[in-house]
């Protein structure tokens, strides 16, 4: 099993910029993808970035592209998620994931941290 630390979130001003930590231990051998989700009150929990571990490869949605930016740290065994040009719509609770399987999204069968809240507002 894989034990998902978040940190990093809170409440910031539209435009502003808040950065995520997700530190992976235990069982992390075989994770394939690493990344992000969220969830907002009243929605469905959506994908937001994903980053091949040993590649590097990333993906993100398309309501985060040219604002979000994945990177990770492995000898940290620590994934980020750099998060700029914050809007509104971007509060959310921020899950960090990760998965052995080969696909981008995450599943409830893969390993999920507690999450972090993000809120952005004036």
């Known amino acids: 099993q894989v034990q998902l630390v978040e940190s990093g979130g809170g409440l910031v001003q539209p435009g502003g910029s808040l950065r995520l930590s997700c530190a992976a231990s235990?069982?992390?051998?075989?994770?394939?993808?690493m990344g992000w989700s969220r969830q907002a009150p009243g929605k469905e929990r959506e994908f937001v970035a994903g980053?091949?571990?040993?590649?590097?490869?990333?993906n993100y949605a398309d309501s985060v592209k040219g604002r979000f930016t994945i990177s990770r740290d492995n000898a940290k065994n620590t994934v980020y998620l750099q998060m700029n040009s914050l809007k509104s719509e971007d509060t959310a609770v921020y899950y960090c994931?990760?998965?052995?399987?080969?696909?981008?999204?995450?599943?409830?069968?893969?390993?999920w941290g507690q999450g972090t809240q993000v809120t952005v507002s004036s």
């Open positions: 980053i091949i571990w040993s590649g590097g490869s990333t």
């Open positions: 235990g069982s992390i051998f075989g994770i394939n993808v």
């Open positions: 994931a990760a998965t052995r399987s080969n696909r981008w999204y995450f599943s409830v069968d893969d390993s």
